[in-house]
Structure formats: structure tokens, C-alpha cells
């Protein structure tokens, strides 16, 4: 029998759900690549105590202030523990990279292609004023989000064609292209709002009231600027999942503020703050001799971590013309004398980063092989040679303080891009000195900035800290409003979206981005779009080694310094796992020990 148009679409329409259900898939859970390790029948994390206690309260301290509970749009400062009162469709695994498993997400359904990803939503999800969490929000949530939040929402959803409500308890996610695997993970890391609860309020303008949420714990008091009060959602609806079990399990959380890190670490030395990361090797070394040490009262723990470090260091905004010029870049950089810093600041503890994938199989070392040429090859005519011909490698000093061939190297390669010595100041060809300031939101930063500053002296460079408090400091870099900052660029073990918000033309031009350093490169931009569209982990590693290899031979950064473990000092009121966890700490699978807890608030109270 021949088939008529009319009678052919039928036909296919017949066999659509049996095609559909022969080609996605349906899971608990999604990995980046490959499945999630965890059965489907899983109880728990297996990092997590699945008895473990709950109530009591924890004190953490903050820097800086805050002015507004909404830490999603541009305007305002957020409060730092806000976003633990919402709930996401998907929850990360702390030990396993690049997986997440269903939290208001009671199933992921995917096609083979990942042309689009469809969240069935638990019935039994709540807001905490008892209203159910509906696929009407997530999409109401995510189109906000796009629209009206930071610019990064917008980047990191630029490639979602739409997002259907099918039911109230499942919500589609289209998308424009199959480029970015990573994608469908990416739609489910959101934090959903309620709909209803934003009607008639502002999202582009800063929040003061509390806001409604769905997670473990709900904001209950503040002190605007100075202090919140998260506590325990006693009927969290979410308590007995998998991927709840053994976490979440602090009565309250208080953060008190501070404005700066010395009065922060007083006030833990006192008593008034339970916990704190010391990122400070000085502090970790000398800092912590106080009698509530000595008497067993705080504990100092050093958690090692297998996680990408990224990159820390002084980032130049390219942006301003002095700049500009790779060779003065490059100059900048042979002035900075790691080896003297952490043999004299540092207590040795330190190594040097030299890759922005760093303590990662993702960073490049050595030429580039075979796969990574293919990729370069396009742009070779406009990369620096020396890329193809020799290993990248930072500047090494014998950390005397006496930089002598650095200065020498950094003075031809000024004079290279048109600069010279005159009357000990080095100008331009108009005679303008070279002149910047190094910005920093944290007075910490200074005994850092400090030395650099004075060997820069030594070439006829006018250069100063100036220091600002936490929102102003976010405001400049908001709007690239600075000429040099040290900053932390951390990476994952699946670099893939964000990689636009930190480095291409697109973002370099959008405020909020993370783009400090003005990165504009048609090679980069290339590299980047491998990055996201990588199928495997070997594609992935090719595609972000040969992107290490253009950033770090662009000289954007003045590279600083990584460590592969965290310190943390706390008060002996805490129980956590043994297990180890491969972030290093999961704060949120501790809990208050009541017997120890006693005893700490006693020694406080009679003054240790």
C-alpha cells in the first residue's frame, strides 16, 4: 500500500513514543561524561555520617558588610550564607567531579544527542511556607535569572532555546545546539525561587526583607550589614533523601561580620567565631599560639584536597594601553620574585602556579603534542613563536631579594615595547611615566603587594596598594574599574561553560563578567568553544591544554602561588567523617558535638 502524506505523518506519529523511549534515557542522577557513579538504590553520600547529630549552633565570621539577601543581579551586597535557603533540581557530589544527583529532580531525562534535558520534579517538594515547588517555577526562575541576573547567567544560558512546562512536576529544557555537553547539568544547578513570593517585588534592585525559600535552612533574623541567622528547617521536606542524609546538620548558622581579617581572627581567638580557613601561611604558622590552643579548646587540622587549584596572581587590565603590549606584560612579571616571598612570608609552604588548570591533568606542561598543534595551527601566524618552540616557564630567582637578572630581563623587554629609563623613571615615548595602582578588598593583601611594589621602584615604575572595603572592591571589578588586582581564578575538573564568562571577546565587554583581565583573543575564543564542546575527557584535556597554552604565553597574569590542601581552625565543639572527602572539608556533613560543645562554652564563659 502506498503511503499518502496525510497517512505517513500518522505513521510516524504512531511510532514517536517508541522512538523517544528508545533513544533518551532516564537516570537519578547525570554525569558530564559517562554515568554517575552512585546506584540508583543509593541511602547516602558516601563522604557523609548518616546519624549524625543535629542541632546546636556554629559561628562563622564574615569581612566586609552586606546590604541585600537577592546575590543575584549586579546591584547591592549579598549576604554570604544566603544561597543555603534554596533548593536546586540537582545535587553535587563533593567526591565525585563532574556528577550530580536529584534533589527537587526526582529523574533527568536525556536524549543520546542532549538536544534537550527534562526534570521530572518531586511531588512532595516544598517552599518553606508549605507551597509546592512546580515545574512553573524552575522555568519562571531560569527565564528571570537570564533576563535580569548577572551577566554570567546570561553567557552561561545563551545556548537554551526554550524551557517548557509539560506538567507541574516536570519541566523541558531545549537547547540550541548539542555543542555544550555540559548544558543539561548546567539548567539543574540553578537555585529555584518561588514565583509567587517575587510577584510585585523588584528582582533588578537589592533585597532587605527575608526572602522564601526551599532548602535546609530558612533566613530567621539579621542585623542588616552586621549579622544572619540561618536555622534548621525542622520539616525540610528534602531531609530524608539520599542526597540529603548526614548533611545539613547545624541547628543555626550565624556569620557576624568583620570589617577586616584581623579583628576577624580576634574575634575567633576570643571565642566569638566556632570555625575558620586559614589561607594565610603566616597566620597558619605564627597566628594560632594563643592559650585556647595550648588547652586543647581549638584545633588546627590540615585537610589535603584533589582538587584544580586554578590560577592566583596580580591580573593586568588589559583594557588600559600601558598594558597592552604582551612584552610589558612579560616585564611585569620577571620583576615578581616568588622564591623571596616564600622563603620570607610564606614559611616555605608555597609552589608556584604555573598553569590555570593548575594540580590538574588539564594543564599543559612541555610542547604542545600532535592534537593540541591541530587545534593551534589556525592561529599559528598570530600566536607568540615561542609557544611552538619551547615549554612555558616562569622566572626563578635564588630568593636572596636581589633580582638582578630579572631586572635586566624585564628593562629589554620594556625597552622592546618603546619604554625607557629616564632620570630613573620609566617612560613612555611621550615621556609619561609608567604609573598603575594595585587594588585589593583585603588589607591581608598589602605585606604581598608591598614588595612588588618596591621592586617595581627599582625600574622607574610608579606603582601603589590601595586598598577598599569588600563591596567597593566588587563594585570596581564589576565595571574593570582598576588597573592591576590579585585574584583567585578557580577551575574544575570539567572546565566547559564558564570558560566564556572568564575569557572571551563576549565577556570582555560585559560588566560582572569574570574577564578582569580583558582577554579579546580569536584564538582563545576558538580554544573555548572546544573546551564546551568537548565529547570525552581526552577531547577535554587536548582542547584545555592548548587554551593554557595561548593564556599563559599571553601574560595576563602575574602567577602567584597554590597549596594542595585546606587549614582549618575550630573550636573543639565538632564532630565530622573520617572519611576523607575529596574536596578537602564539606563543612555542611559536620555537626555539633553536645559533651564537647558543653565543655567549650564553659572554658569560654569562665574565660578559658
Given at each position: 500500500?502506498?503511503?499518502?502524506?496525510?497517512?505517513?505523518t500518522?505513521?510516524?506519529?504512531?511510532?514517536?513514543?517508541?522512538a523517544?523511549a528508545?533513544?533518551t534515557?532516564?537516570?537519578n542522577?547525570?554525569?558530564l561524561?559517562?554515568?554517575?557513579?552512585?546506584?540508583?538504590?543509593?541511602?547516602?553520600?558516601?563522604?557523609?555520617?548518616p546519624d549524625?547529630?543535629?542541632?546546636?549552633?556554629?559561628?562563622l565570621g564574615?569581612l566586609g558588610s552586606?546590604?541585600?539577601?537577592?546575590?543575584?543581579?549586579?546591584?547591592?551586597a549579598?549576604?554570604?550564607?544566603?544561597?543555603?535557603?534554596?533548593?536546586?533540581?540537582?545535587?553535587?557530589?563533593?567526591?565525585?567531579p563532574g556528577?550530580?544527583y536529584?534533589?527537587?529532580?526526582?529523574t533527568v531525562?536525556?536524549?543520546?544527542?542532549?538536544?534537550?534535558?527534562?526534570f521530572d520534579l518531586?511531588?512532595e517538594?516544598?517552599?518553606h511556607?508549605?507551597t509546592?515547588?512546580t515545574a512553573e517555577d524552575v522555568?519562571?526562575?531560569?527565564q528571570?535569572?537570564?533576563d535580569?541576573?548577572?551577566?554570567?547567567?546570561?553567557?552561561?544560558?545563551?545556548m537554551?532555546?526554550?524551557?517548557?512546562?509539560e506538567?507541574?512536576?516536570?519541566?523541558v529544557?531545549?537547547?540550541?545546539?548539542?555543542?555544550?555537553?555540559?548544558l543539561?547539568?548546567?539548567?539543574?544547578?540553578f537555585?529555584i525561587?518561588p514565583k509567587?513570593?517575587?510577584?510585585?517585588r523588584?528582582?533588578?534592585?537589592?533585597?532587605t526583607?527575608?526572602?522564601?525559600g526551599?532548602?535546609?535552612y530558612?533566613?530567621d533574623?539579621f542585623?542588616?550589614g552586621?549579622?544572619?541567622?540561618?536555622?534548621r528547617v525542622?520539616?525540610?521536606?528534602?531531609?530524608?533523601?539520599p542526597?540529603?542524609?548526614g548533611?545539613?546538620?547545624?541547628?543555626?548558622?550565624r556569620?557576624?561580620y568583620?570589617?577586616?581579617?584581623?579583628?576577624a581572627?580576634?574575634?575567633f581567638?576570643?571565642?566569638?567565631?566556632?570555625y575558620?580557613?586559614e589561607n594565610?601561611?603566616k597566620?597558619w604558622?605564627?597566628?594560632?599560639?594563643?592559650?585556647?590552643?595550648?588547652?586543647?579548646?581549638?584545633k588546627?587540622e590540615?585537610?589535603?584536597?584533589?582538587?584544580?587549584?586554578?590560577?592566583?596572581?596580580?591580573?593586568?587590565n588589559?583594557?588600559h594601553?600601558q598594558?597592552?603590549?604582551r612584552?610589558?606584560r612579560?616585564?611585569?612579571d620577571?620583576?615578581f620574585?616568588?622564591e623571596?616571598?616564600?622563603?620570607?612570608l610564606?614559611?616555605?609552604?608555597?609552589t608556584?602556579?604555573?598553569?590555570?588548570?593548575?594540580?590538574?591533568?588539564?594543564?599543559?606542561?612541555?610542547?604542545?603534542?600532535p592534537?593540541?598543534?591541530?587545534l593551534?595551527a589556525?592561529?599559528?601566524d598570530?600566536?607568540?613563536?615561542?609557544l611552538f618552540?619551547r615549554p612555558f616557564?616562569?622566572?626563578v630567582t635564588d630568593g636572596?631579594g636581589?633580582n638582578?637578572?630579572?631586572?635586566?630581563?624585564?628593562?629589554?623587554?620594556?625597552?622592546q615595547?618603546?619604554?625607557k629609563?629616564?632620570?630613573?623613571?620609566l617612560v613612555d615615548?611621550a615621556g609619561?611615566?609608567?604609573?598603575?595602582?594595585i587594588?585589593?578588598g583585603?588589607?591581608?593583601?598589602?605585606r604581598?603587594?608591598?614588595?612588588?611594589?618596591?621592586?617595581?621602584?627599582?625600574l622607574?615604575?610608579?606603582?601603589?596598594?590601595?586598598t577598599?572595603?569588600p563591596?567597593?572592591?566588587?563594585?570596581l571589578?564589576?565595571?574593570?574599574d582598576f588597573?592591576?588586582?590579585?585574584?583567585?581564578?578557580?577551575?574544575s575538573?570539567?572546565?566547559?561553560?564558564e570558560?566564556?564568562?572568564?575569557w572571551?571577546?563576549?565577556?570582555m565587554?560585559?560588566?560582572?563578567s569574570?574577564?578582569?583581565?580583558?582577554?579579546c583573543?580569536?584564538?582563545v575564543?576558538a580554544l573555548?568553544?572546544?573546551?564546551v564542546?568537548?565529547?570525552?575527557?581526552p577531547?577535554?584535556i587536548?582542547?584545555?591544554?592548548?587554551?593554557d597554552?595561548v593564556?599563559l604565553?599571553g601574560?595576563y597574569?602575574v602567577?602567584n602561588?597554590h597549596v594542595?590542601s585546606?587549614?582549618?581552625?575550630y573550636?573543639?565543639?565538632f564532630?565530622h567523617?573520617s572519611?576523607?572527602?575529596r574536596?578537602?572539608i564539606a563543612?555542611?556533613s559536620?555537626w555539633?558535638?553536645?559533651?564537647?560543645a558543653a565543655?567549650t562554652?564553659?572554658?569560654?564563659?569562665s574565660?578559658?
Amino acid at each position: 500500500m502506498r503511503l499518502t502524506p496525510a497517512l505517513l505523518t500518522l505513521a510516524l506519529l504512531a511510532f514517536a513514543p517508541l522512538a523517544h523511549a528508545q533513544t533518551t534515557a532516564r537516570s537519578n542522577g547525570i554525569a558530564l561524561f559517562g554515568r554517575p557513579g552512585l546506584p540508583a538504590d543509593f541511602t547516602h553520600f558516601p563522604y557523609v555520617n548518616p546519624d549524625a547529630l543535629k542541632g546546636g549552633e556554629v559561628v562563622l565570621g564574615g569581612l566586609g558588610s552586606f546590604d541585600s539577601f537577592n546575590p543575584f543581579i549586579m546591584r547591592g551586597a549579598p549576604a554570604a550564607e544566603v544561597s543555603r535557603i534554596y533548593d536546586t533540581l540537582l545535587r553535587q557530589s563533593a567526591d565525585e567531579p563532574g556528577v550530580s544527583y536529584g534533589l527537587v529532580a526526582k529523574t533527568v531525562e536525556t536524549p543520546a544527542d542532549r538536544m534537550w534535558v527534562a526534570f521530572d520534579l518531586r511531588p512532595e517538594a516544598r517552599f518553606h511556607d508549605g507551597t509546592p515547588i512546580t515545574a512553573e517555577d524552575v522555568a519562571w526562575t531560569f527565564q528571570t535569572l537570564r533576563d535580569k541576573g548577572r551577566p554570567n547567567f546570561r553567557q552561561y544560558y545563551a545556548m537554551v532555546a526554550d524551557v517548557t512546562v509539560e506538567s507541574p512536576q516536570r519541566v523541558v529544557f531545549h537547547f540550541k545546539s548539542n555543542e555544550d555537553h555540559e548544558l543539561a547539568m548546567i539548567v539543574g544547578e540553578f537555585p529555584i525561587l518561588p514565583k509567587k513570593w517575587w510577584a510585585g517585588r523588584d528582582f533588578t534592585q537589592p533585597l532587605t526583607e527575608a526572602p522564601l525559600g526551599s532548602g535546609p535552612y530558612r533566613l530567621d533574623r539579621f542585623e542588616m550589614g552586621r549579622s544572619t541567622t540561618l536555622v534548621r528547617v525542622a520539616d525540610y521536606w528534602g531531609r530524608d533523601l539520599p542526597v540529603s542524609k548526614g548533611l545539613f546538620n547545624f541547628g543555626s548558622i550565624r556569620t557576624e561580620y568583620y570589617r577586616d581579617s584581623t579583628v576577624a581572627m580576634e574575634a575567633f581567638k576570643s571565642g566569638q567565631i566556632d570555625y575558620r580557613q586559614e589561607n594565610i601561611s603566616k597566620n597558619w604558622a605564627t597566628a594560632y599560639d594563643f592559650p585556647a590552643v595550648a588547652k586543647g579548646l581549638v584545633k588546627k587540622e590540615t585537610f589535603p584536597h584533589h582538587l584544580p587549584t586554578g590560577m592566583q596572581g596580580f591580573v593586568l587590565n588589559t583594557r588600559h594601553a600601558q598594558f597592552a603590549d604582551r612584552r610589558v606584560r612579560e616585564a611585569l612579571d620577571e620583576v615578581f620574585d616568588f622564591e623571596w616571598l616564600n622563603r620570607n612570608l610564606f614559611f616555605g609552604a608555597y609552589t608556584r602556579t604555573d598553569s590555570y588548570f593548575s594540580n590538574s591533568d588539564l594543564a599543559s606542561s612541555g610542547l604542545p603534542g600532535p592534537e593540541e598543534l591541530a587545534l593551534l595551527a589556525p592561529f599559528k601566524d598570530k600566536l607568540p613563536p615561542e609557544l611552538f618552540t619551547r615549554p612555558f616557564a616562569l622566572p626563578v630567582t635564588d630568593g636572596s631579594g636581589n633580582n638582578r637578572e630579572g631586572l635586566r630581563r624585564a628593562l629589554k623587554l620594556f625597552e622592546q615595547a618603546g619604554w625607557k629609563v629616564l632620570d630613573r623613571k620609566l617612560v613612555d615615548v611621550a615621556g609619561k611615566q609608567m604609573a598603575f595602582e594595585i587594588l585589593s578588598g583585603d588589607p591581608t593583601l598589602e605585606r604581598i603587594a608591598t614588595p612588588y611594589v618596591q621592586w617595581l621602584a627599582r625600574l622607574g615604575i610608579d606603582a601603589h596598594v590601595r586598598t577598599v572595603d569588600p563591596p567597593q572592591y566588587q563594585r570596581l571589578t564589576d565595571t574593570f574599574d582598576f588597573d592591576m588586582t590579585m585574584v583567585v581564578l578557580p577551575q574544575s575538573d570539567f572546565p566547559g561553560n564558564e570558560q566564556r564568562d572568564n575569557w572571551t571577546c563576549e565577556s570582555m565587554k560585559a560588566e560582572g563578567s569574570s574577564n578582569l583581565a580583558g582577554v579579546c583573543d580569536p584564538a582563545v575564543d576558538a580554544l573555548v568553544k572546544k573546551v564546551v564542546e568537548a565529547r570525552d575527557k581526552p577531547q577535554l584535556i587536548v582542547a584545555t591544554r592548548a587554551l593554557d597554552r595561548v593564556l599563559l604565553w599571553g601574560w595576563y597574569v602575574v602567577p602567584n602561588w597554590h597549596v594542595g590542601s585546606f587549614n582549618a581552625a575550630y573550636w573543639n565543639r565538632f564532630g565530622h567523617p573520617s572519611q576523607p572527602v575529596r574536596t578537602g572539608i564539606a563543612l555542611d556533613s559536620w555537626w555539633v558535638d553536645p559533651t564537647l560543645a558543653a565543655a567549650t562554652d564553659a572554658a569560654r564563659r569562665s574565660g578559658l
